[in-house]
């Protein structure tokens, strides 16, 4: 009974032209990819984090490897531009408690066919003040930012495969 119900399930996929959104980024950015990272000053640790969220979804959403510059089909070129925070939310007293961390990512990619595609995306995330404890605040805006970045890592893969059904 299960083999039947494998069999439907695979010749629906099939039968409807169905790929993995990992096929078409394929055909775009290659086997191999060498990701580019551009620090953003002012928060260093999350554009390395960034870059290891995207080393992460190319290997495992994308089923490519991750390769030396010189080897490598395509190269990413990473960098966070901006992150801002907007006051969302403010006590009886005027204090702010809630911030929105709106973070603003350049993506860029060159393959080896010559091809090459740039993509501005932002994402955000709203996270809590303490104002009795900086550091949970800081802490709360360190994990806003990733969650921010990380929503523009999935649209990025997106766009990505979105070139290569193109």
């Given at each position: 009974?299960?083999?039947?119900?494998?069999?439907?399930?695979?010749?629906?996929?099939?039968?409807?032209?169905?790929?993995?959104?990992?096929?078409?980024?394929?055909?775009?950015?290659?086997?191999?990819?060498?990701?580019?990272?551009?620090?953003?000053?002012?928060?260093?640790?999350?554009?390395?984090?960034?870059?290891?969220?995207?080393?992460?979804?190319?290997?495992?959403?994308?089923?490519?490897?991750?390769?030396?510059?010189?080897?490598?089909?395509?190269?990413?070129?990473?960098?966070?531009?901006?992150?801002?925070?907007?006051?969302?939310?403010?006590?009886?007293?005027?204090?702010?408690?809630?911030?929105?961390?709106?973070?603003?990512?350049?993506?860029?990619?060159?393959?080896k066919?010559?091809?090459?595609?740039t993509?501005?995306?932002?994402?955000y995330?709203?996270?809590?003040?303490?104002?009795?404890?900086?550091?949970?605040?800081?802490?709360?805006?360190?994990?806003?930012?990733?969650?921010?970045?990380?929503?523009?890592?999935?649209?990025?893969?997106?766009?990505?495969?979105?070139?290569?059904?193109?």
């Amino acid at each position: 009974m299960r083999f039947f119900l494998a069999l439907g399930i695979f010749l629906f996929f099939y039968g409807c032209g169905y790929l993995p959104s990992a096929y078409y980024a394929q055909k775009v950015l290659g086997d191999s990819v060498y990701v580019k990272l551009i620090v953003n000053l002012p928060n260093p640790e999350n554009s390395v984090q960034l870059k290891d969220i995207l080393n992460r979804a190319i290997i495992s959403r994308f089923q490519n490897t991750l390769t030396s510059q010189k080897d490598a089909d395509s190269i990413i070129t990473i960098e966070i531009t901006d992150v801002s925070d907007t006051s969302i939310a403010t006590n009886e007293q005027g204090f702010t408690t809630f911030y929105r961390a709106t973070a603003y990512v350049t993506f860029t990619y060159k393959n080896k066919r010559g091809q090459s595609k740039t993509f501005k995306n932002n994402g955000y995330y709203d996270y809590s003040v303490s104002l009795e404890n900086p550091l949970t605040t800081y802490n709360n805006r360190f994990y806003a930012i990733e969650q921010a970045t990380s929503q523009t890592v999935d649209k990025f893969i997106t766009q990505v495969s979105y070139q290569g059904k193109m």
